[in-house]
């Protein structure tokens, strides 16, 4: 049974990693012309908003509960490409903006820890370790080149225009593919040694263990 204080400490941490991640993709899309985030009420800190039933309840609980990892995803905020001032140059800015935001919250998490470390809080030490590494797991695994996902759209924004349209044609069958790799553990290999590097190299020159 997992205590109240344990929740917390991993709740808190992912439901703003989610929230801050999706907030910035609509945030940005609204700066360069696509008000459709904007319209539906997604430029918000509030994680309800966000939250998908299936993906950020029902298929982690069941992933935590089968096997003990988790994986899932919040909602994705409405971007209409085509309603950008410039829509595949900006496409990269809108899609790069929720993994930038996910390093961004990991540093804040870094100060967190330093302040509970002079304030003897282990509750929110042990936040802070959860809150790196929910966001630079979300950073890393978001920026793979696999359609939907963020790092697709930057690929495809850098793409000429014909390659583009053939890369964004496995889009459809870009989450079978995902869930695939993960069942088989290639992110083991691939977003997990990344994402120990990034940490370990906050916590070295911040003087952390």
Known sequence: ??????????????????????????????RLGDHSAKMMGRITLNPIKHISLIGTILIPAFLY????FIFGWAKPVPINF????????????????GPV????????????ILLAITINS???????????????ILAV??????????????????????????????EPYGLYILLSLLFLG?????VFPVVKIIQQFMFNITGLI
């Open 1 to 30: 049974m997992i205590d109240i204080q344990t929740l917390l400490i991993w709740t808190i941490p992912i439901l703003f990693a989610i929230t801050v991640h999706e907030t910035a993709h609509g945030w940005i899309a609204s």
């Open 65 to 68: 509960v089968t096997s003990g």
């Open 82 to 97: 085509n309603a950008l001032r410039s829509p595949k140059k900006d496409m990269l800015w809108v899609a790069i903006a």
């Open 101 to 112: 935001s996910n390093l961004i919250m990991a540093i804040i998490w870094l100060m967190i």
């Open 122 to 136: 282990q509750f929110l030490i042990e936040m802070g370790q959860v809150g790196i590494q929910i966001n630079l």
């Open 141 to 170: 695994f978001n920026l793979l080149p696999l359609p939907p996902l963020d790092g697709a759209r930057v690929v495809s924004s850098l793409l000429p225009r014909k390659l583009s349209y053939q890369y964004n044609q496995l």
């Open 186 to 190: 290639i992110f083991q290999w691939t």
